[in-house]
T-cell receptor
């Protein structure tokens, strides 16, 4: 089955700096790669996703890149703010109705 | 914005007891899921459900677990005889039928504590 590895497990950045989180996946059939932000005790919230027919997607300060050949994808947060502090999870899945396999999470701390 | 609703938000149960976790998916969604998250760990897939039957389940989803959609709106997860290691946050999710995870939405979760 699919295996998703996520690095780093913790990331501390100064406010205004960029944060990059990287994930690798094992199943070449995966074609959907969402990123979730989870605040303490709350549900995972989708912040951005990318499908395998796209190499890069951007939404304001957040961008995701996908390299299908190398089976890795990354989340980039620019101009970080204290409210970006949370745990971020990457995930991978294939086709409608199937499961998502999550990475281990990255705890991001943005220091003011 | 439509939401996936879960009840209760927190459940404490004695080891060996049965628990039922309830979810009301978004009304026009057709795929339903349960995930769990042990404290401080990643979110893990348990089961997916479509057209009134399980479409996929993980190794975690053993004979102690069952799901059903009893009345066309609720989607329940039953754990027959709870163990200490079942203590976790359980998230329900639902998605529309469509091209790849359209509208995939998580509920706010039920924190299950087995004592």
């Amino acid at each position: 089955g699919e295996n998703v590895e996520q690095h780093p497990s913790t990331l501390s950045v100064q406010e205004g700096d960029s944060a990059v989180i990287k994930c690798t996946y094992s199943d070449s059939a995966s074609n959907y790669f969402p990123w979730y932000k989870q605040e303490l005790g709350k549900r995972p919230q989708l912040i951005i996703d990318i499908r395998s027919n796209v190499g890069e997607k951007k939404d304001q300060r957040i961008a995701v890149t996908l390299n299908k050949t190398a089976k890795h994808f990354s989340l980039h947060i620019t101009e970080t703010q204290p409210e970006d502090s949370a745990v971020y999870f990457c995930a991978a899945g294939e086709a409608a109705g199937n499961k998502l396999t999550f990475g281990g999470g990255t705890r991001v701390l943005v220091k003011p | 914005e439509p939401e996936v609703t879960q009840t209760p938000s927190h459940q404490v149960t004695q080891m060996g007891q049965e628990v039922i976790l309830r979810c009301v998916p978004i009304s026009n969604h057709l795929y339903f899921y349960w995930y769990r998250q042990i404290l401080g760990q990643k979110v893990e897939f348990l089961v997916s459900f479509y057209n009134n039957e399980i479409s996929e389940k993980s190794e975690i989803f053993d004979d102690q677990f069952s799901v059903e959609r009893p009345d066309g709106s609720n989607f329940t997860l039953k754990i027959r005889s709870t163990k200490l290691e079942d203590s976790a946050m359980y998230f329900c999710a639902s998605s529309e039928l469509g091209q790849g995870y359209y509208g995939y939405t998580f509920g706010s979760g039920t924190r299950l504590t087995v004592v």
